[in-house]
């Protein structure tokens, strides 16, 4: 189990991991670029914090591919500085889907279903 992360180097990965806050306010910060991450995060079988953000995102050429479980206050928060990313996002779930904007040249598939009910595809132009 891999509870808050923060990631402020480049060419990492981190497969198969499970993700969640039980303090804190994201699963994983994604500081540096050049990462790989894939997994679950917001597990629905800590219930003591579900008010958090599954990733920040904040730097270029990351690939994430995860399912989103439980994080209610949005599966990734895009911000500046952020562009050239991959990210493939499912689950279903209450709460936000996503918050912020994507780059124009991130690859992005968020699709989450349950109350929170998003489906955003945008392809890199």
Do not use: H, W
Not at 5 to 28: D, H, I, L, Q
């Amino acid at each position: 189990v891999n509870i808050p992360r923060s990631v402020a180097g480049s060419g990492n990965t981190f497969e198969s991991g499970s993700y969640y806050a039980p303090r804190g306010a994201y699963c994983v910060n994604l500081a540096g670029g050049g990462n790989k991450l894939s997994g679950t995060m917001g597990l629905t079988y800590y219930s003591g914090n579900p008010d958090y953000i599954g990733i920040l995102l904040g730097s270029p050429n990351n690939q994430i591919d995860v399912v989103d479980l439980g994080c209610r206050n949005g599966a990734v928060q895009f911000s500046t500085g952020d562009s050239q990313n991959l990210v493939k996002v499912t689950g279903n779930r209450s709460g936000t889907g996503y918050v912020g904007t994507p780059a124009s040249d991130d690859d992005v598939v968020l699709i989450i279903g349950g109350t929170a009910a998003s489906k955003f595809i945008q392809r890199a132009v």
